[in-house]
T-cell receptor, first 114, second 118 residues
């Protein structure tokens, strides 16, 4: 079965600074990988996903993520953070070769200092 | 429907009572998930339905929790003899299994059912 870890429980960055949120997964075959964002009091919104092909994936709101098979990682990045990016970020892994469930990581809470 | 619909949006119940939470997935989606999110916590997987296959119940925390999916569409999550630790937001999500060439089985979430056990 697959699993996901997000090593950072909470991150604080200054507005305008760059951001990288870490995600590591465990899965025996080629995974589907996702990043979701949950703003305070809001539902979960898909930021981006990796299925196959180019390992650098572009998403909404200026986010990107890079799939590194050798490191079993799918880190989320943004070059310049805005105050509105303060939210909870969840990495998730799904199976590409079987009818298996999607598992979410524990989440990273992002605070943005004006 | 256009999106995943959950009801009720809020439910307050007394300890020991049974509750039912309903999920209406996106039309045509074969996969349906239930997750639980406690205050300030991540998404805890509960149960997964995929087409006509037997559901994956590996995340259900106790035998007080059960779920069914009728006709491959609407799902009901039932919590019997509710306890205070059951208080959480219960999120339903659905996805379509990728057909050849389609890019990934994105999960679409409902707004959740907020359960408070007093």
């Amino acid at each position: 079965a697959q699993s996901v870890t997000q090593p950072d429980i909470h991150i604080t960055v200054s507005e305008g600074a760059s951001l990288e949120l870490r995600c590591n997964y465990s899965y025996g075959a080629t995974p589907y990988l996702f990043w979701y964002v949950q703003s305070p009091g809001q539902g979960l919104q898909l930021l981006l996903k990796y299925f196959s092909g180019d390992t650098l994936v572009q998403g909404i709101k200026g986010f990107e993520a890079e799939f590194k098979r050798s490191q079993s990682s799918f880190n989320l990045r943004k070059p310049s953070v805005h105050w509105s990016d303060a939210a909870e970020y969840f990495c998730a892994v799904g199976a590409s070769t079987s009818y298996d469930k999607v598992i979410f990581g524990p989440g990273t809470s992002l605070s943005v200092i004006p | 429907g256009a999106g995943v619909s959950q009801s009720p949006s809020n439910k307050v119940t007394e300890k020991g009572k049974d509750v039912e939470l309903r999920c209406d997935p996106i039309s045509g989606h074969t996969a349906l998930y239930w997750y639980r999110q406690s205050l300030g916590q991540g998404l805890e997987f509960l149960i997964y339905f995929q087409g006509n296959s037997a559901p994956d119940k590996s995340g259900l925390p106790s035998d007080r929790f059960s779920a069914e999916r009728t006709g491959g569409s609407v799902s009901t999550l039932t919590i019997q003899r509710t306890q205070q630790e059951d208080s959480a937001v219960y999120l339903c999500a659905s996805s379509s299994y990728p057909f050849r060439g389609e890019a990934g089985n994105t999960i679409y979430f409902g707004e959740g059912s907020w359960l408070t056990v007093v």
